[in-house]
């Protein structure tokens, strides 16, 4: 009994060690460029750039593969901070990847009409829609992210968007464009 728990602890101790040194050997420094330009973006990985979402978009900005334009979520402001950040001047939103929306929409499904089918499952990037095969299905709301991306699959179009309701919770006090008064974003950095 004692031989064996001082066997495990010894394996124990020699991989804790062994991954200790992998992790400080293979350590992977990340570009700081990237960090910064994906704190920008809204994070709502919903591919309407192109991209598999906010990382590797960012990633394809400060490689110079992509432009700042191509986020719909972010619109006219995204657009603006990335160009504040990199130092280029602001584009207008790329029309090929959709429109800013004045208003955050949240997909809403029709659930006398719904079949089941779960193809709004598989294009739902963020998960925000539950169900099961041959079983309707419904939207976490306050998981979607707007992005229409589950509308083209869905064959009976039981999908709709609606204007995010707005409560207290939602609802927020614009910022003032004085210049004495600073937003909490300008006060970090």
Known sequence: ?????????????????LLGYASIRFKVEADPIVDQIDAVLPQTQCG??????????????????????????????????????????PIPLDEEVGEEQDTP???????????????????????????????????????CTGCELCLEPCPVDCIHMHPVHEDFHTWKWPYPDTPYLQTPESRTA
């Open 1 to 17: 009994m004692l031989s064996a728990i001082l066997t495990i602890s010894l394996l124990a101790l020699l991989f804790g060690l």
């Open 48 to 89: 309407q750039c192109g991209y598999a979402g906010c990382r590797p978009y960012a990633e394809a900005i400060a490689s110079g593969e992509a432009e700042i334009n191509r986020c719909p979520p972010g619109g006219e402001a995204g657009i603006q901070a990335l160009a504040d950040l990199l130092g280029r001047d």
């Open 105 to 143: 929409m949240v997909a809403i499904i029709d659930e006398q009409v719904c079949i089941g089918c779960t193809l709004c499952l598989q294009a739902c990037p963020v998960d925000a829609i539950l169900g099961a095969p041959k079983s309707m299905h419904t939207v976490i709301e306050s998981e």
